[in-house]
């Protein structure tokens, strides 16, 4: 298994706070990407990151922020969580010569109330 | 609007019988597929993966087939184990190396012993 570990691994938090999620690797891959998993759309990129302090957008990144001051550490940052960012988060590395494949994190369930 | 479909959220099987999970895609530029397992409360785990320059991939009991013409995968799992039952994710990139993966919305396999 590769090493990530994310955290917390559940959190509620209420409409208007900040949330921060962690994304820790020990496999010092140069990429990391952050997923939502939701009913109905299965796993969406929200933002990546190809190296430190270099980010990028995904899919839905729309209320979502990332930072990436380490190889090994990759934030995601809701600066004020909505009801609709309720979901599953997952953390992803891959190396630069197969970024299609992916190793995922152990997730984080955030419920916003 | 969704690239990758996976149109049957439920599959169940007997122990020793082939699994056989479906997945279409809309997008033309895709190529490159990939599975991943997920079991509940962890990541989704890399299975398997084939190229458009193929059209089939074998990696033990499970292999990939590719239909590019009509924009389908499919992933035989024989024989099935219980230690098979999770959710099966369909995922598809436009270019090798790219970093955004498109996935499917996923296949619930229960393998009966």
């Known amino acids: 298994d590769a090493g990530i570990t994310q955290s917390p691994r559940h959190k509620v938090t209420e409409t208007g706070t900040p949330v921060t999620l962690r994304c820790h690797q020990t496999?010092?891959?140069?990429?990391m990407y952050w997923y939502r998993q939701d009913p109905g759309h299965g796993l969406r990129l929200i933002h990546y990151?190809?190296?430190?302090?270099?980010?990028d957008k995904g899919e839905v990144s729309d209320g979502y922020s990332v930072s990436r001051s380490k190889t090994e550490d990759f934030l995601l940052t809701l600066e004020s969580a909505t009801s609709s960012q309720t979901s599953v988060y997952f953390c992803?590395?891959?190396?630069?010569?197969?970024?299609?494949?992916?190793?995922f994190g152990p997730g984080t369930r955030l419920t916003v109330l | 609007d969704q690239q990758v479909k996976q149109n049957s959220p439920s599959l169940s099987v007997q122990e020793g019988r082939i699994s056989i999970l479906n997945c279409d895609y809309t997008?033309?530029?895709?190529?490159?597929f990939l599975w991943y397992k997920k079991y509940p409360a962890e990541g989704p785990t890399f299975l398997i993966s084939?190229?458009?320059?193929?059209d089939k991939n074998e990696d033990g009991r499970f292999t990939v087939f590719l239909n590019k013409s009509a924009k389908h995968l499919s992933l035989h799992i024989v024989p099935s184990q219980p230690g098979d039952s999770a959710v099966y994710f369909c995922?598809?990139?436009?270019?090798?190396?790219?970093?955004?993966?498109?996935f499917g919305t996923g296949t619930r396999l229960t393998v009966i012993p």
């Open positions: 997008n033309s530029m895709f190529d490159y």
């Open positions: 496999e010092n891959h140069r990429y």
């Open positions: 995922a598809a990139s436009e270019v090798t190396g790219a970093n955004n993966l498109f």
């Open positions: 084939i190229s458009s320059i193929k």
């Open positions: 992803a590395i891959s190396e630069p010569s197969r970024t299609d494949t992916q190793y």
């Open positions: 990151s190809y190296g430190v302090k270099d980010t």
